[in-house]
């Protein structure tokens, strides 16, 4: 019986032991050479002149007295910068010997118009004319005229040529031209036009 035994499990306990024998021997066979490893590439230091070591030690120096300068110019560029302050394009001031007025439109309106008029060389003054709601040309230009009479004095002739016109001339040759402009119109309906006479 003990040789039956035998011969049952001897064809098994060789089949065992030769895959344990092939398990421990593969790993062995399949690492006969080793696969190399790539080793990182090391560049060759190249050598540096003495005269190349000081001047990076020079630059340092300086740019660390530069340093401040650029914190300095960082910060003015975080602050806004103040806008330019915007002049406005006044009307260019034209002194004329003679000057007409026209006065267009009836008011729709309580308002008024304020005219600067200026001798050259002299102060300015302002003339204001109230004109109330509905009145027609032909009145406007009439509290105009008596506006400017008393605005600019005995030196300039100041007339009514017309319904809607104003004509304005000096008297005489000593008495310096003069400039109109229209400071403020708070009229609607009425147009106001100022020119050579």
Not at 102 to 126: C, F, H, S
Request: aromatic letters at 4%.
């Amino acid at each position: 019986m003990a040789a039956k035994t035998d011969s049952r499990y001897s064809p098994l306990f060789a089949s065992l032991l030769l895959v344990v024998f092939m398990a421990a021997a593969l790993p062995g066979f399949a690492q006969d050479e080793p696969t190399p490893v790539p080793e990182p590439a090391q560049e060759e230091p190249t050598p540096v002149p003495v005269a190349a070591e000081e001047e990076p030690a020079a630059e340092t120096e300086a740019a660390a007295p530069a340093a401040p300068a650029e914190e300095a110019a960082a910060a003015e560029a975080a602050e806004p910068a103040p806008e330019p302050e915007i002049k406005e394009a006044g009307v260019p001031v034209v002194y004329r010997d003679k000057t007409r007025i026209t006065i267009d439109g009836r008011a729709e309106m309580n308002g008024y118009i304020e005219l600067i008029v200026q001798p050259n060389n002299e102060d300015p003054t302002k003339v204001r004319t109230n004109v109330v709601a509905k009145t027609k040309p032909k009145k406007i230009t009439k509290a105009m005229v008596e506006q400017l009479i008393f605005g600019l004095g005995e030196r300039y002739k100041v007339k009514q040529t017309g319904d809607k016109t104003i004509l304005i001339k000096r008297k005489n040759k000593k008495v310096p031209p003069v400039a109109i402009s229209i400071k403020t119109q708070n009229l609607a309906g009425v147009a106001v036009m100022i020119g050579q006479g």
